[in-house]
């Protein structure tokens, strides 16, 4: 027997930890983090190990799934594409190009196989309905970056190894190892912050980030806009703003301010519940911080202020002098760019969708409008629904309709590895072979990295020849299609080619060769200033003004001040180290062990309902209701109650052995279709005014 170690980075979560992947002759059997990789440095979170359940799953589906009459029967290749491409074809020449609809969820961010090769795929369908995860998620960082510096992916990242004062808002990198900031070994990079300088953390639980923090705020959930108002507004009283970095590439930064400092809030306690002298206290600290930088994730982001929320920390970043700078936040220069000539760079309002007009943005509409699009007839209305690596049953608002209207598709595709709640509804499923089997360069995880980092990724396993790679299946999917609706498609070349092409647009120098030797990955050093050279605003500048954020807070001023409604209390979610999203619940190694599902109460907000811990509860929200098992908590505040997205696998059809038998409902059959951040159509999934009773 020849034992032997392969290397290659997750690709589970945005941490891309270096693994270890040990083989005994052609079988994996072991998983390690590996010490050798200068980024990861030997981290591993009990989902890299899981891979090993992922490969050996007898519910992964290896060739594609033909469903009749509601009997699911494996079919090969060539016709698996044919049957596609002909009823796709045919349903857009009956009824136009808006009548296919997309949706893309969030491994194919993941997967070089996906993320570099189904633009090609959506051109080819030139569709307006096009859909994603990044709406139920990072819409509003993008947006703010496309708004102010001219391009949705000039991500200003916390350059966490060097601060002294990180203000972090509704973030747990602790749980989800790090996001819109690869951040592998979260742990370590913490412990050392908090010995050398500080961490806030604002979050209306006492989350596993907030235990190893310097300091921990409970916060109103959805109350941060007037947190980070009043905080400015603080740091106006501190001092002048320190804007020599930024001469001549600064515009609006005091129209930003005026506005701003002339918001009234009324009682900044009552609506954040965190005390104003405290609020100034962190501002006097973040003010006088040599290297500071605010942050802020899903929390502030999927909820009602998203966009205003983030715009407000890039202008604490402004104020402070603390953009573009070491120990701040910087942008990634990364080797293969995703920023400048040939990308996209964050357009809205090109087009609208049809039944509630909501903006596009970057070629993309909010994914809370797909189900009408589905249901509502008419047209333009979408019949046909291609989903890759997407579970919107489980992982969009309103999942109870999100599952109606799938079932009322006249054909749906899937490109994915599992029967679940929403491939359920396919009429063809095509899996892609394991990603230990393909070539894969991180483009979009480099480019947020706190460092500069830059890896290819070799397969370390053969696939049969039954099976196809992602993006063999974009190729036969695109060829298909194209022949079927008479149209033209240019085969593309495997994924080192287009890596190749990808590093030769970026001025690192790197090319394959250099990647190819280097397997435990390259550590090109700290990320450095460059922002203002990059900037791709029709300006040249900085917009600290937006007119789309200028025009929000006035609304928000205009708006009578949040109101509790009688009894509700506010619901937020909560990430598990062994979840990931909706899709990992067929890992044994990730289930095992107690339930993760309960809904977190505090003890007064029991005893006022006359519930204790471990009753089921019924929770009802002005969407829908759900039962669940509920466990008092004291990490969350009275009034707060918090709930793991992701679960809900009790139903029919499903081919998830082990995970149907993991118990609990799903978040979201709680979330609304119309509960919203405004400026950027993204969902607001945190904030959700709930009631509970007894059952
Ligand atoms: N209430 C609530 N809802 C949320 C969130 C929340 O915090 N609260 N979080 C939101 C966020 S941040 C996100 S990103 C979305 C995620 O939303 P989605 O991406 O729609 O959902 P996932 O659960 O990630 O589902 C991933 C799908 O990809 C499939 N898959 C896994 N690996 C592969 C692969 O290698 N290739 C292919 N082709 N398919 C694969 C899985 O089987 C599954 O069907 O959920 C969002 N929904
Ligand atoms: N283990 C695990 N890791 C993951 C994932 C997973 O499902 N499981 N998913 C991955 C994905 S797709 C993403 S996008 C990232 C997300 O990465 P993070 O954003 O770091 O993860 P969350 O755990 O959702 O953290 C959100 C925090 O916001 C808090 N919060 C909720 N509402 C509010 C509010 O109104 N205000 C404030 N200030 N805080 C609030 C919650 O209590 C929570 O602590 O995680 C990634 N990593
Ligand atoms: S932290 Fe993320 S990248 Fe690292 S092993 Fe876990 S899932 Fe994989
Ligand atoms: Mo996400």
Same mark, same amino acid.
């Given at each position: 027997?020849?034992?032997?170690?392969?290397?290659?980075?997750?690709?589970?979560?945005?941490?891309?930890?270096?693994?270890?992947?040990?083989?005994?002759?052609?079988?994996?059997?072991?998983?390690?983090?590996?010490?050798?990789?200068?980024?990861?440095?030997?981290?591993?979170?009990?989902?890299?190990?899981?891979?090993?359940?992922?490969?050996?799953?007898?519910?992964?589906?290896?060739?594609?799934?033909?469903?009749?009459?509601?009997?699911?029967?494996?079919?090969?290749?060539?016709?698996?594409?044919?049957?596609?491409?002909?009823?796709?074809?045919?349903?857009?020449?009956?009824?136009?190009?808006?009548?296919?609809?997309?949706?893309?969820?969030?491994?194919?961010?993941?997967?070089?196989?996906?993320?570099?090769?189904?633009?090609?795929?959506?051109?080819?369908?030139?569709?307006?309905?096009?859909?994603?995860?990044?709406?139920?998620?990072?819409?509003?960082?993008?947006?703010?970056?496309?708004?102010?510096?001219?391009?949705?992916?000039?991500?200003?990242?916390?350059?966490?190894?060097?601060?002294?004062?990180?203000?972090?808002?509704?973030?747990?990198?602790?749980?989800?190892?790090? %996001?819109?900031?690869?951040?592998?070994?979260?742990?370590?990079?913490?412990?050392?912050?908090?010995?050398?300088?500080?961490?806030?953390?604002?979050?209306?639980?006492?989350?596993?980030?907030?235990?190893?923090?310097?300091?921990?705020?409970?916060?109103?959930?959805?109350?941060?806009?007037?947190?980070?108002?009043?905080?400015?507004?603080?740091?106006?009283?501190?001092?002048?703003?320190?804007?020599?970095?930024?001469?001549?590439?600064?515009?609006?930064?005091?129209?930003?301010?005026?506005?701003?400092?002339?918001?009234?809030?009324?009682? @900044?306690?009552?609506?954040?519940?965190?005390?104003?002298?405290?609020?100034?206290?962190?501002?006097?600290?973040?003010?006088?911080?040599?290297?500071?930088?605010?942050?802020?994730?899903?929390?502030?982001?999927?909820?009602?202020?998203?966009?205003?929320?983030?715009?407000?920390?890039?202008?604490?970043?402004?104020?402070?002098?603390?953009?573009?700078?070491?120990?701040?936040?910087?942008?990634?220069?990364?080797?293969?760019?995703?920023?400048?000539?040939?990308?996209?760079?964050?357009?809205?309002?090109?087009?609208?969708?049809?039944?509630?007009?909501?903006?596009?943005?970057?070629?993309?509409?909010?994914?809370?409008?797909?189900?009408?699009?589905?249901?509502?007839?008419?047209?333009?209305?979408?019949?046909?629904?291609?989903?890759?690596?997407?579970?919107?049953?489980?992982?969009?608002?309103?999942?109870?309709?999100?599952?109606?209207?799938?079932?009322?598709?006249?054909?749906?595709?899937?490109?994915?590895?599992?029967?679940?709640?929403?491939?359920?509804?396919?009429?063809?499923?095509?899996?892609?072979?394991?990603?230990?089997?393909?070539?894969?360069?991180?483009?979009?995880?480099?480019?947020?990295? @706190?460092?500069?980092?830059?890896?290819?990724?070799?397969?370390?396993?053969?696939?049969?020849?039954?099976?196809?790679?992602?993006?063999?299946?974009?190729?036969?999917?695109?060829?298909?299609?194209?022949?079927?609706?008479?149209?033209?498609?240019?085969?593309?070349?495997?994924?080192?080619?287009?890596?190749?092409?990808?590093?030769?647009?970026? %001025?690192?120098?790197?090319?394959?060769?250099?990647?190819?030797?280097?397997?435990?990955?390259?550590?090109?050093?700290?990320?450095?200033?460059?922002?203002?050279?990059?900037?791709?605003?029709?300006?040249?500048?900085?917009?600290?003004?937006?007119?789309?954020?200028?025009?929000?807070?006035?609304?928000?001023?205009?708006?009578?001040?949040?109101?509790?409604?009688?009894?509700?209390?506010?619901?937020?979610?909560?990430?598990?180290?062994?979840?990931?999203?909706?899709?990992?619940?067929?890992?044994?190694?990730?289930?095992?062990?107690?339930?993760?599902?309960?809904?977190?109460?505090?003890?007064?907000?029991?005893?006022?309902?006359?519930? %204790?811990?471990?009753?089921?509860?019924?929770?009802?929200?002005?969407?829908?209701?759900?039962?669940?098992?509920?466990?008092?908590?004291?990490? @969350?505040?009275?009034?707060?109650?918090?709930?793991?997205?992701?679960?809900?696998?009790?139903?029919?059809?499903?081919?998830?052995?082990?995970?149907?038998?993991?118990?609990?409902?799903?978040?979201?059959?709680?979330?609304?279709?119309?509960?919203?951040?405004?400026?950027?159509?993204?969902?607001?999934?945190?904030?959700?005014?709930?009631?509970?009773?007894?059952?």
């Amino acid at each position: 027997m020849a034992r032997h170690s392969k290397f290659r980075a997750c690709p589970l979560c945005e941490a891309i930890c270096g693994l270890e992947l040990q083989y005994e002759d052609d079988r994996l059997t072991a998983i390690r983090g590996d010490t050798a990789d200068p980024f990861s440095r030997g981290h591993i979170c009990p989902k890299g190990n899981a891979i090993l359940d992922l490969e050996n799953d007898p519910d992964r589906l290896r060739r594609p799934m033909r469903r009749e009459n509601g009997q699911w029967r494996e079919i090969d290749w060539d016709e698996a594409f044919a049957f596609a491409g002909e009823r796709l074809a045919a349903i857009q020449a009956e009824h136009g190009a808006a009548a296919i609809g997309v949706y893309l969820g969030n491994p194919n961010v993941h997967h070089f196989g996906h993320i570099a090769y189904l633009p090609f795929l959506l051109k080819l369908i030139r569709s307006p309905n096009m859909f994603s995860a990044s709406s139920v998620d990072q819409w509003p960082h993008q947006l703010v970056n496309a708004q102010m510096y001219g391009h949705q992916f000039l991500l200003p990242i916390p350059d966490i190894d060097h601060t002294d004062y990180f203000l972090m808002l509704g973030a747990n990198p602790i749980a989800s190892n790090g %996001s819109l900031m690869t951040v592998p070994d979260v742990r370590a990079r913490i412990k050392a912050l908090t010995a050398r300088g500080k961490l806030v953390v604002i979050d209306p639980r006492r989350t596993e980030t907030a235990e190893l923090a310097s300091e921990h705020h409970f916060i109103t959930p959805a109350g941060d806009v007037y947190f980070l108002i009043a905080f400015l507004q603080a740091l106006q009283q501190q001092g002048p703003p320190r804007l020599n970095a930024y001469a001549g590439k600064l515009q609006g930064f005091e129209e930003a301010m005026t506005a701003i400092g002339a918001f009234a809030q009324a009682d @900044v306690k009552a609506l954040t519940g965190i005390p104003a002298e405290s609020i100034t206290r962190m501002a006097s600290d973040f003010y006088q911080a040599e290297r500071a930088v605010a942050y802020g994730r899903m929390g502030v982001s999927v909820q009602a202020h998203g966009s205003l929320c983030q715009w407000l920390l890039q202008l604490i970043n402004l104020y402070t002098g603390n953009l573009d700078k070491p120990g701040g936040a910087l942008v990634n220069d990364a080797a293969l760019p995703i920023t400048g000539p040939g990308t996209s760079p964050g357009a809205r309002g090109r087009w609208h969708s049809r039944v509630r007009k909501l903006p596009e943005f970057a070629g993309e509409l909010p994914v809370s409008a797909l189900c009408e699009e589905i249901s509502t007839p008419g047209t333009g209305q979408i019949r046909a629904l291609i989903t890759s690596a997407g579970n919107p049953v489980l992982s969009t608002p309103d999942g109870v309709a999100v599952d109606a209207a799938l079932s009322g598709l006249e054909f749906m595709l899937s490109i994915d590895i599992y029967i679940n709640e929403s491939t359920c509804h396919a009429d063809l499923i095509l899996p892609p072979a394991s990603f230990l089997t393909q070539d894969h360069y991180d483009s979009v995880f480099n480019a947020f990295a @706190v460092r500069r980092v830059a890896r290819l990724n070799r397969p370390v396993q053969e696939r049969t020849s039954e099976e196809r790679a992602d993006w063999e299946i974009i190729n036969g999917l695109g060829a298909a299609f194209a022949a079927a609706s008479g149209r033209e498609w240019r085969t593309l070349p495997p994924p080192k080619a287009l890596i190749a092409a990808g590093l030769a647009r970026g %001025s690192s120098g790197l090319g394959l060769a250099e990647l190819e030797s280097a397997e435990h990955g390259l550590d090109l050093g700290p990320l450095r200033p460059g922002l203002l050279a990059r900037l791709e605003t029709a300006s040249a500048c900085i917009e600290a003004a937006p007119p789309l954020f200028m025009k929000a807070l006035a609304d928000l001023a205009a708006m009578p001040m949040q109101q509790r409604t009688e009894d509700a209390l506010l619901l937020i979610g909560r990430r598990d180290i062994r979840s990931n999203n909706s899709w990992m619940h067929n890992a044994p190694r990730l289930v095992k062990g107690p339930t993760r599902h309960e809904l977190w109460m505090h003890a007064d907000d029991l005893d006022r309902r006359k519930l %204790s811990d471990g009753h089921t509860v019924r929770v009802r929200s002005q969407n829908g209701s759900i039962a669940v098992a509920v466990k008092v908590s004291d990490a @969350v505040r009275p009034g707060v109650v918090c709930l793991p997205h992701g679960f809900g696998h009790q139903r029919v059809g499903l081919q998830l052995r082990r995970a149907e038998a993991v118990t609990g409902p799903s978040y979201n059959d709680l979330t609304g279709r119309t509960a919203l951040d405004g400026p950027s159509g993204n969902a607001a999934l945190n904030g959700v005014p709930v009631w509970v009773e007894a059952l």
